[in-house]
């Protein structure tokens, strides 16, 4: 039986929004229908980016109006973090300081971006010319999203593209669309009517999005394999695209490091949100001497985690997000053990209802396994050796994923050395899975198009316009400008 129906509205140009079709929602913790939210139809979709587009005609330059409304965002986002927290939990599944803590660090983001500054940059003051480069803003943005951190990935788009001065239609995935949608109301009478428009529906909303003539942008997070059909999609259109894709990231472990220790810091970022984070820990490479006590800890610490429904104390560890997740990860935990994989810890499902995953730490891995190949994102991590750190990094890189990459050493200008060979955006020395706000986030190889993060998110919603002005322009102007002074 539901607990919430028919309650949940989309907010398309400032307004309330049902549809005659709903998407029924699934708490992974219990596995039974817990919400409904609307369909949205492709005339609804077609108003809601109409909206957005007349929107952004009286967003884009008012600097000063955006800033407010991204504060005033902010502090709804933080009044309202219990609730769109626990919503969060209940579709997601993480952990309820997880859910609240998104709400949160998505408050903080606004706040971010309300204040970056967008430099304008000076390329030529001569005689000749005054040459200064301004960002532009590029539109009506289309936004994707995934359903590991629903509430963070959507203002991941949404707060810089305000910044920048476009305006969004944001889509999220339809196993979490719940806490998108109620977060959409809840900034309803702050944000002014067609700046953020928010629609729920499965994927053939995505492509109506990606297809439609209005948006200028498409901002997507979510599979490798739906990122290059937005890609081609995107292109028809010559729509700017923003990719942030899968990872399957390597953690190599040098022989110099305490194999106890490094496990104790290498595990929550493997098992975080039950690995169902792109940039999480998901191939780990040992010295064949130190696999044992690597191994034996990992698999400690794995045994020890306490995994329920995220609503309940002391969860660590909730379930797999939906049930297709839940048999490709069970699949592919299955498959390596047949291949001759040893389970050192967990391997299988756990009993009862919904979705849940026994922690699993795999031995007696390698490549040619799918396990190792492919990006689980699921509680379950294969732990490779090596004899050589050069064999290391080859195999590393020896994938089309390449999003990020952690090396750990008791030597740290050892461990540098060895990060900058691996062919990932983010390489990590002794941690993994941290972020800074001012540096990019971003994907080579299959992970992704485009970088997130400070500037250059800002980047990817606006164009760089040129403005060259002639020497005795300015000259002319400043001596009108004294005059009338
Ligand atoms: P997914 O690709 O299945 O779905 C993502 C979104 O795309 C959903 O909203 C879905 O409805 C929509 N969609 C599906 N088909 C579409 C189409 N043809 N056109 C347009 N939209 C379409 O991904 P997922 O399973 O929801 O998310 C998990 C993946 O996301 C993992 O690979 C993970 O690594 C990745 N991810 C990457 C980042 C990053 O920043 N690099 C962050 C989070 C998640």
Redesign the pocket.
């Known amino acids: 039986m539901a607990e919430f129906t028919d309650q949940f509205t989309m907010t398309i140009d400032g307004q309330p929004a049902s549809s005659p079709q709903t998407l029924k929602v699934v708490n992974p913790a219990t596995g039974q229908v817990f919400a409904e939210v609307p369909d949205c139809t492709p005339e609804q979709l077609d108003v809601a980016m109409r909206g957005a587009q007349r929107a952004f005609a009286g967003w884009k330059d008012d600097y000063e109006r955006r800033r407010a409304v991204m504060y005033a965002c902010a502090d709804a986002l933080e009044a309202n973090a219990e609730e769109l927290g626990r919503l969060a939990t209940m579709e997601q599944g993480m952990p309820l300081a997880g859910g609240v803590g998104g709400v949160l660090q998505a408050a903080g983001n606004f706040r971010y971006y309300a204040d970056l500054d967008i430099p304008r940059i000076t390329v030529q003051d001569d005689d000749d010319a005054l040459v200064e480069i301004v960002r532009r803003p590029i539109g009506v943005i289309a936004a ?6 629903p509430i963070g ?1 959507a203002v ?1 788009t949404i707060a810089p593209a305000f910044r920048a001065g476009c305006t969004v239609v944001l ?5 979490t669309p719940v806490v998108t949608v109620r977060m959409g109301e809840v900034l309803r009478d702050i944000v002014p009517a067609g700046v953020l428009n928010i629609v729920s ?7 109506w ?2 297809e439609h003539p209005v948006p200028r942008g498409v901002s ?8 290059k ?2 890609n081609v ?1 995107a292109a028809a259109d010559l729509k700017r695209v923003l990719l ?4 399957n990231d390597a953690a190599i472990v040098l022989d110099d490091a305490d194999p106890v220790d490094v496990a104790e810091k290498l595990f929550w970022p493997a098992f975080r949100n039950s690995g ?4 999480a820990v998901k191939r780990v490479f040992v010295p064949e001497a130190m696999e044992p006590q690597v191994v034996e800890a990992l698999a400690a610490k794995a045994r020890a985690v306490k995994v329920g429904n995220g609503l309940d104390e002391g969860t660590e560890l909730g379930p797999i997000n939906n049930k297709p ?1 839940f048999e490709r990860v069970k699949g592919l935990v299955a498959e390596a053990i047949a291949q001759g994989a040893v389970a050192v810890a967990g391997g299988h499902p756990m009993e009862g209802d919904g979705y849940f995953f026994e922690p699993t730490i795999l031995t007696n891995v390698a490549e040619g396994t799918r396990i190792v190949d492919e ?1 689980q ?1 699921g509680p379950a991590l294969p732990i490779l050796t090596y004899r050589t750190v050069p064999e290391a990094v080859h195999r590393a890189n020896a994938t089309n994923y390449g ?1 990020g990459a952690s090396v750990w050493s008791a030597d740290p200008l050892r461990a540098a050395a060895v990060a900058e060979q691996l062919e990932a955006d983010t390489v990590w020395v002794n941690t993994h899975m941290q972020l800074t706000h001012d540096a990019p ?3 080579m190889k299959w ?2 198009l485009g970088s ?1 993060m400070g500037l250059w998110s800002i980047y990817a919603y606006t164009d760089p316009q040129t403005v060259f002005r002639t020497r005795s322009q300015v000259i002319k102007k400043g001596a009108e400008q004294a005059a009338g002074a």
């Open positions: 994707i999203k995934p359903w590991n951190v990935m991941n889509k999220p995935s339809p196993f529906g499965g994927n053939e909303l995505g492509q999005m990606t997507f997070t979510g599979s490798i394999a739906t990122g059909k937005v999609a942030e894709l899968g990872g169902q984070i792109c940039m997740q990006e994102f999003l986030f971003t994907g992970s992704g997130e």
